[in-house]
Nanobody, 118 residues
Framework: QVQLVESGGGLVQAGGSLGLSCAAS????????MGWFRQAPGKQRELVAF???????NYADSVKGRFTISRDNAKNTVYLQMNSLKPEDTAVYYC????????????WGQGTQVTVSS
């Protein structure tokens, strides 16, 4: 399984934008579907964006139209561009890789904090 390191979080005002990066150390990065998750205080971790190995994307309804997930296989990196941010987007954001068609790796990193002020 790959090692993942998230970066790019910070404090931003509502309506602003922020870009997150997830760097993978493994050599099989291009074979995995990748996802961005977030976890807010008192809430379960939720999947907000997914990108398959072939580039297919899907988003949670709460972020659709505002967030864009992309990947650069040559750089072993997946990105999350976050626009029109809302206070309810405040959470720790994590990336992860699909282990099988229906499961994810259990190798969560530190994540990166995103705070959106009103």
């Amino acid at each position: 399984q790959v090692q993942l390191v998230e970066s790019g979080g910070g404090l931003v005002q509502a309506g602003g934008s922020l870009g997150l990066s997830c760097a993978a150390s493994g050599s099989t990065f291009s074979l995995h579907g990748m996802g961005w998750f977030r976890q807010a205080p008192g809430k379960q971790r939720e999947l907000v964006a997914f990108i398959s190995s072939s580039g297919y994307t899907n988003y949670a309804d709460s972020v659709k139209g505002r967030f864009t997930i992309s990947r650069d296989n040559a750089k072993n990196t997946v990105y999350l561009q976050m626009n029109s941010l809302k206070p309810e987007d405040t959470a720790v954001y994590y990336c992860n890789a699909k282990r099988t068609l229906t499961s994810w790796y259990n190798n969560w990193g530190q994540g990166t904090q995103v705070t959106v002020s009103s």
